[in-house]
Structure formats: structure tokens, C-alpha cells
């Protein structure tokens, strides 16, 4: 006799819903999980009259066996007598209830033979008392065409579970008038409205709970009391789990009790000094006992931000009640929250300062704080040469969360320096469908698109995306000029760089990189043109190389940028002599002047700079540079900066500053490549 027949069926209809559908459709086995008291029975018992009543559905019988150990009344958790007690003693209950168990046989054989031979829905109601590895076997083992339904407060982890919570503080109110209604406690059914909603708030819309309150007035009990007073209903709805845990599982209970809130796994992690698959085997553990409530929290449609989990009502009441935390735990566990603390606060301030190196961490939150640390260490690994520690701990920081986007940016770059290319490309793939919208991740993916990818177009694209969150970032600007160049669009990479010196970015001394590519296009512009003999177009791009170094404050005209004036003053020199048209020549040595007057302002050393080309190389480090008719010898240590040695070969282009009174004749220094 189901117990809602008192009042009826009051609400559930998503999980009625789902468990007919699941019964119908291919799942063998299907679980209500909830801690007692929270209608599991009742839901599961409606599921099977409305079944039998389906024509639909074609089982040849309808079997219901209940390990129910005990019934809770208004004073006492009372055992009921001849309960069953093992998992033997329920398959025993089922075979007498097919008619099928013989002298000297083995129930649970008999259960499956009869149903591999007919079509049976089995109901096993309160699993959480008989539950051992017989069972379990007994579920891998169904036959085709039968069905189980199981209510338990653990989970198997073998069925298709559905979990079941409070009732809406609505329903809980109406089934609270109800059950006052039919029981004539008056005392309830005269109480108004709003105070009738106050106390079931207080009872977070437990069923049990509500129908024990009605039962505890009609004993004579005051109200208040009874929401106040409610140990034994907690012996009664969480008893026979906290038993059945395995030792990590009561541990991270511990670390709620003592820290409440929502938590991810990667606090939890820290906290307890667990591994990822050590807190993950934990969880689920407790997930199934429903001592713990887990969330999923997003910020937009397209950013998954991260999964969080934390102690029931009912179940933080029942463990501080029963098994409150020692003294000393306490004090470890409050320790390490504020040691995880000082870390992200350490962590955020570093990302603040520099939030486009790659060796920072993008910190969302402190959820974000135990897996950031992870990452910075995997940082610091692989800075030291130690790769595969560095990819072990992104492992880590990936198994703890893994919707964060960091834990695979950080996979990416370290892959980088191993020269794992595909690799790196997968795992920024994978941050970026993440975090679409991160400029830190649009910035680092689309720079290395074209710096490593050799997809310039995608990388721009990615750029200019992190461009419209964060504008004003220099580091972003002047890997988009370096993406309109790598694309020879030379024309907006000079664009970027002017809009940026327009504005006034605080940042402007950062901006070194993009007037440098700017002044790079200007001289590759001008030059692609000359070559093919447009030589209006060419004046035209010397007119905006000129027209930039007016604009450019003499802090940005550095080395390179210095040469690449130098260069195209030369070609202005060059484009007179090959026009004969007056305008075309007057333009040209006009833009000439205007560019050595700002050399000239900058430093006037600089003018003494010729562009020559390389002659020849040695594999000994050593080379020649041809300029008017005369070879300058150069050797590695004479270059401006020796990692370009691997660019320079014969027939490229150089600024240097000739020496023409060195005592091994004449020599260039200060080599600087040009392309």
C-alpha cells in the first residue's frame, strides 16, 4: 500500500516521467537515489502502477520485494520485525513471490532463470541495507527483456540513476496541509498560510520530514520543536550510509563540514591532499549517497566555468550531530585554506602584472587557485628543461578541472618548447573551445598560429578577437600589425601601429614591436614595388614610412626601426634616380629629408648607418657585406644581436656601421639583419 495514497502523489513528474521512459527504452536497470525519507518508495511504487496500467507495456508480471529495516514514528526509529537483513534473504523474497524456489536451489538463480524466460519488472525497494557484491553481480547479469527498478541511498554505479530532492516549498505546503487534513491535526490545518511555508523552509521540503512534524503535533508536540529538535529524523534519513564509506569519502565530508560552501574538486584536492583520481573516486562516492549535492555553474552559453560540490542540508546536520570534527582536523583543515588562499592571492597579482606572458596563469576565481598552482609549477618545471614534469602536472590540473581552459593553454605551451607542433595545436584547440572568448587565450593561440602554426590568417583572426575585449593591450596590438605583415597587408600593419600612437595607449613604450613592423612594411611595400616597376605606388609607401616616423615619439624609434628609416631614406635616394618625372623625384627627396631630419633628432650617429648586402658567409661564423664597390668583414660578435646569424645569407639585405681605420681593413659593425 503506497503511503501517498493518504494524500496522493504530490509532484515528481519529471522523474515519473523519466523512469517509464527509462523502462521502456533500453536500460536495464534503473535506480531512484536519495536519502531517506525523500520519497524514493513512493516515486518508485507510481512508477510501477502507472506501468501496469500501460497497455504499452507487455511485462508478464510485476514484482515488488522491500529491504525496508525500520519506520520512524514521533518518538523512536522502530525495527521492523522479520526484515530482510543480506541480499540472500531479498532474492529468497522474490522467488517465494514468482512461486519458483524449490527445496535445496539457489534463489538467486531461480530469480534469473524466471526472468530469462518471462518478461518481469523487479522492484527492489531500500537497497542500502542488503547491498554486497551478489547483488551487483545479479544486475550485470540481467537477462534481455526484464527490468529492475532499485531505490536506494547509495548508488551501484552500474544503472541509469535518477536522484531525487526536496519538494518546492509550494508542494511541501500543500502536502503538509494534507497530511494535517487527514490526520485532523488542527494545529496545522488553522495555522496561516505564511507561517505553514516558514516551518516547511525550515524542513527544506523533506517528506519524511513533513509527515514526522505532523505526527510529532499530534503526539502534542510544540512546532517549533520539532524543526529545532530533529536528531532523530537525521538517525533515520542518513543512517546506513555514513557506514558504508570508504575512508577518503568520510574524509572529504570532513573538509565540508568544517569549510561549508560549494567546492570544486580541485579545493577539495588541496584540502585533503588528495590526487585528482583519488578525490574524483571519493566524489563519486559521495555523489551516490546524496550526503553531498553537486552543481554546474556557467557564466554565458559558450564558458563552461567549473563543477562544484557541497554537503546536503540534511547531511551537514546529521554529521555534525553524529560525527563532528575533531579539534585538530579543524585547525589542519582551516590551515590549509588559508595557505591556498596566500597562493592565489600571489597567483592573481602575477597575472595582473603581466597577463600576455606566457608564464602566468589566468585565474578566474578561487575555485581556480589549487589547479593555478599546479600549472605554475608545470611553468617553472619545463622553464628548467624538465618538460615532461611540466606535461604531468597539466595532466593533473586537466583530471582536477576539466573546463578550464589554463590547464590546457599551459599543455600548449610546453608542448611548444618540446617542438610537439601538432601537439600544442590540439591542446590550444581544446583551451579554446573552452574559453571562445578569453583575450589571454585568443592572444596566446593566435600567436602561435603564426609564429609556429604558419596559419597567419586564423591567427589573425584569433588576435583581433582578443582585440575586441581588451583594446588598449599593446602585446595585442603588435601581434596584430605582425599578422597584417606575415599576410603582406602592409598596408594596415602601418595602420595599426599610427591608430595605436594615436590613442595614446599608457602603455606605449611596449609598442616598440609594432613601429618596428610597421617601418618593416613600409621598406617591404615600397621595395615590391619598385621592383615592378610601380614606381608611384612606391613613393606612395615611402610617403607613409615618412609620415610614421614624424608621428613616432623619438622612446620608439629604436635599433631596428632606426635601420628601416635609414633603409628607406636609400630607396627614397633610389626612386629619384629611377623616375623622370619632377614631382616623382621632388616627393622622394622631400620624404628622404623628412626621414634623416627625425634620424638626425634621434641620434645623429645613426646617419653614419649604410644598408649593404651580404657577399658571403663562412660556416666559421665569419662573412662579407658588400657597399659602393667595397667588402666590410664582419664576424658572429659583430652583429647586433647573434641570433640572427641564422637569417643572414648571401644576398641579404643589412644595416651596419662601417670601419673603415680598423687595422684588418675595412669592417662592419653592428650588423643588423634586414631581409
Known amino acids: 500500500m503506497p503511503d501517498f495514497d493518504e494524500t496522493g502523489f504530490f509532484g515528481r513528474q519529471q522523474q515519473l516521467i523519466r523512469i517509464k521512459r527509462a523502462i521502456k527504452g533500453a536500460y536495464p536497470v534503473v535506480s531512484v537515489l536519495g536519502e531517506g525519507g525523500i520519497g524514493k518508495t513512493s516515486l518508485a511504487l507510481k512508477a510501477a502502477y502507472d506501468l501496469l496500467d500501460d497497455e504499452a507495456v507487455q511485462f508478464d508480471a510485476f514484482v515488488w520485494v522491500s529491504a525496508k529495516a525500520t519506520v520512524l514514528t514521533p518518538d523512536e526509529i522502530r525495527r521492523i520485525s522479520g526484515a530482510i537483513k543480506d541480499s540472500l534473504g531479498l532474492f529468497t523474497r522474490a522467488a517465494e513471490e514468482l512461486g519458483v524456489l524449490g527445496p535445496g536451489t539457489d534463489p538467486v538463480e531461480e530469480v534469473l532463470d524466471y526472468l530469462e524466460n518471462f518478461r518481469i519488472l523487479l522492484i527492489l525497494d531500500n537497497l542500502e541495507t542488503v547491498l554486497d557484491q551478489r547483488l551487483r553481480n545479479f544486475l550485470l547479469d540481467l537477462p534481455l527483456g526484464s527490468k529492475v527498478i532499485i531505490t536506494s541511498r547509495i548508488g551501484l554505479g552500474i544503472e541509469n540513476p535518477v536522484s531525487l530532492g526536496a519538494l518546492s516549498e509550494d508542494e511541501g505546503a500543500r502536502l503538509l496541509r494534507a497530511v494535517a487534513g487527514i490526520r485532523g ?42 524543526v529545532s529538535e530533529n536528531a532523530l529524523l537525521l538517525d533515520f534519513c542518513m543512517s546506513n550510509v555514513y557506514g558504508y564509506l570508504k575512508a577518503d569519502a568520510q574524509n572529504v565530508l570532513r573538509c565540508m563540514q568544517v569549510l561549508p560552501g560549494a567546492r570544486n574538486q580541485g579545493e577539495l584536492a588541496f584540502l585533503t591532499e588528495f590526487s585528482a583520481t583519488r578525490m574524483q573516486a571519493a566524489l563519486l562516492e559521495l555523489i551516490t549517497t546524496n550526503f553531498v549535492q553537486m552543481r554546474s555553474q556557467s557564466t554565458n552559453a559558450s564558458e563552461i566555468v567549473d563543477t562544484t560540490y557541497q554537503l546536503t542540508d540534511f547531511g551537514k546536520q546529521y554529521l555534525d550531530s553524529r560525527h563532528p570534527v575533531s579539534a585538530l582536523d579543524r585547525a589542519e583543515l582551516i590551515r590549509r585554506h588559508q595557505q591556498l588562499h596566500s597562493v592565489g592571492a600571489d597567483l592573481r597579482a602575477e597575472g595582473s602584472a603581466s597577463p600576455y606572458s606566457p608564464e602566468t596563469v589566468d585565474v578566474r576565481g578561487t575555485g581556480d587557485f589549487n589547479v593555478a598552482r599546479l600549472l605554475r609549477d608545470a611553468l617553472l618545471a619545463a622553464a628548467r628543461g624538465n618538460t615532461d614534469e611540466g606535461l604531468s602536472n597539466c595532466r593533473e590540473a586537466q583530471l582536477l578541472a576539466p573546463t578550464y581552459h589554463e590547464a590546457w593553454r599551459v599543455e600548449a605551451h610546453i608542448q611548444v618548447l618540446r617542438s610537439d607542433f601538432g601537439g600544442a595545436r590540439a591542446a590550444y584547440e581544446r583551451a579554446h573551445e573552452l574559453a571562445p572568448l578569453s583575450p589571454t587565450l585568443n592572444y596566446f593561440f593566435g600567436s602561435f598560429l603564426l609564429d609556429q602554426g604558419d596559419y597567419p590568417a586564423r591567427g589573425l583572426e584569433l588576435l583581433q578577437a582578443a582585440a575586441r575585449v581588451d583594446d588598449a593591450h599593446t602585446a595585442i596590438i603588435n601581434q596584430i600589425a605582425w599578422a597584417h605583415l606575415r599576410l603582406e597587408d602592409y598596408v594596415s600593419a602601418i595602420q595599426v601601429a599610427e591608430h595605436a600612437l594615436s590613442t595614446g595607449s599608457p602603455y606605449q613604450p611596449d609598442l616598440v614591436p609594432a613601429v618596428i613592423t610597421a617601418f618593416r612594411a613600409a621598406v617591404y611595400w615600397a621595395i615590391s614595388d619598385r621592383d615592378k616597376g610601380n614606381l608611384d605606388s612606391s613613393l606612395h609607401a615611402l610617403e607613409v614610412g615618412a609620415e610614421l616616423a614624424k608621428i613616432a615619439p623619438v622612446g620608439l624609434l629604436v635599433d631596428e626601426s632606426r635601420d628601416r628609416m635609414v633603409q628607406l631614406g636609400l630607396i627614397c635616394a633610389e626612386i629619384a634616380e629611377l623616375s623622370d618625372e619632377n614631382f616623382v623625384v621632388r616627393k622622394a627627396r622631400d620624404f628622404q629629408s623628412q626621414l634623416y631630419d627625425k634620424l638626425n633628432i634621434v641620434d645623429q650617429g645613426w646617419l653614419e648607418r649604410r644598408v649593404g648586402t651580404v657577399k658571403f658567409i663562412s660556416d666559421k661564423y665569419f662573412g662579407f657585406v658588400t657597399y659602393a664597390g667595397h667588402d666590410y668583414f664582419y664576424h658572429l660578435r659583430d652583429l647586433a644581436d647573434s641570433t640572427e646569424w641564422e637569417y643572414i645569407g648571401g644576398g641579404t639585405s643589412v644595416a651596419f656601421s662601417p670601419n673603415r681605420s680598423h687595422p684588418r681593413g675595412y669592417r662592419a659593425e653592428g650588423v643588423r639583419w634586414l631581409g
Not at 491535526?185 to 505564511?194: I, S, Y
Open 185 to 226: 491535526a488542527r494545529a496545522l490545518t488553522e495555522m496561516p498560510n505564511e507561517m505553514i511555508q516558514g516551518f516547511v523552509r525550515k524542513m527544506g521540503g523533506h517528506p519524511a520530514y513533513l509527515k514526522w512534524f505532523v505526527a510529532g503535533v499530534q503526539a502534542g508536540k510544540r512546532p517549533e520543536d520539532l
